[in-house]
């Protein structure tokens, strides 16, 4: 299984890689991003380490590897507007 920093990546190959490039064009170091349905964290780790302030979502806590970047465990089954009413959750 391919891997980043030893966390385990479970997308296709290069597509990692391809995401962080985009965001990098758009977005600058510095900025918010979240991940959702992040995994284990490798992705996230990998824009945090990319100088972003990353926050990552997935309902399954089991497999988290990025201790670095805050998570969190919200149902998007249900209206996203109703579990996270503010963005402030990103400070």
Not at 9 to 24: F, K, P
Not at 53 to 72: E, G, I, S, T, Y
Not at 76 to 84: G, K, P, R, Y
Request: aromatic share 8%.
């Amino acid at each position: 299984m391919p891997s980043y920093k030893e966390i385990g990546i479970r997308a296709a190959a290069g597509l990692h890689e391809d995401c962080a490039h985009l965001i990098a064009q758009y977005v600058r170091p510095g900025n918010s991003v979240i991940e959702l349905a992040a995994g284990a964290g490798a992705f996230a780790a990998r824009l945090a380490d990319s100088g972003y302030k990353v926050m990552a979502n997935d309902l399954d806590d089991r497999n988290w590897a990025a201790p670095q970047v805050r998570k969190l465990a919200l149902d998007l089954d249900h209206d996203f507007s109703l579990i996270c009413p503010s963005w402030t959750l990103m400070q």
